[in-house]
């Protein structure tokens, strides 16, 4: 089963604000991380990923936030437009996936972005 | 640079008929490729993943199959479609060598009626 939840499923914002949508893991031994974003009706796409040895990585108006301690991760986006509006999923990879393969996803939030 | 290919985008197909989703990539070789189900609204359910040609494994009792009959190219497949098969599936593929995430295709919607 999934064993990355998330804290909220959906998540409302209006344009220009910042969107914080967060993500629990628990797995310690996850070594990397990823988000995704899932438009309607397509594939998810790569946003930006993390590694254990940091704690903050930024890129074009998203900033991945790592807390080891409580298996925490949250993905930070600046000025939010409409065009973010989609569902997010944040996945983590296990060094050793055994069986299942070794990425493993959360069940996403959806964000809508008010006009 | 590397591209998987998927299709159809869209099927509808009655209840009892065959189903066979097709998905390719390029660029690369030695690819692990995964079959994924999206109910609608819900996340992403690994079904099927492989290590190499003819190499499948499942990760759900279903009424699915999978095949790799080449390096790069992964079928899904069933028999006898059921209602419960409803729903969007996608392929995706990951590096065999080094750590890293998936890429998607764009997906199948699958309606069973």
């Known amino acids: 089963g999934e064993s990355v939840g998330l804290h909220l499923p959906t998540l409302s914002v209006q344009e220009g604000d910042n969107s914080i949508i967060n993500c629990a893991y628990s797995n310690s031994a996850s070594d990397y991380f990823i988000w995704y974003k899932q438009e309607s009706g397509k594939g998810p796409q790569f946003i930006i990923d993390?590694?254990?040895?940091?704690d903050k990585r930024q890129g074009q108006r998203v900033t991945v936030l790592l807390n080891k301690t409580v298996k925490h991760l949250s993905l930070q986006i600046a000025a939010t437009q409409p065009g973010d509006s989609a569902v997010y999923f944040c996945?983590?990879?296990?060094?050793?996936?055994?069986?299942?393969?070794?990425?493993?996803f959360g069940k996403g939030t959806k964000l809508s972005v008010k006009p | 640079s590397q591209t998987i290919h998927q299709w159809p985008a869209t099927l509808v197909q009655p209840v009892g008929s065959p189903l066979s989703l097709e998905c390719t990539v390029e660029g690369t070789s030695n690819p692990n490729l995964y079959w994924y189900r999206q109910a609608a609204g819900r996340g992403l359910q690994l079904l099927f993943y492989?290590?190499?040609?003819?190499?499948i494994s499942s990760e759900v009792p279903q009424n699915l199959s999978a095949s790799r009959p080449q390096d790069r190219q992964f079928i899904l497949s069933s028999k006898k479609l059921l209602l419960s098969d409803s729903g969007f599936y996608l392929c995706?593929?990951?590096?065999?060598?080094?750590?890293?995430?998936?890429?998607f295709g764009s997906g199948t919607r699958l309606t069973v009626v």
């Open positions: 996945a983590e990879i296990r060094p050793y996936g055994g069986s299942q393969g070794n990425l493993i």
């Open positions: 993390i590694r254990s040895n940091m």
């Open positions: 995706a593929w990951s590096r065999r060598s080094t750590v890293g995430g998936y890429t």
């Open positions: 492989s290590v190499g040609i003819g190499q």
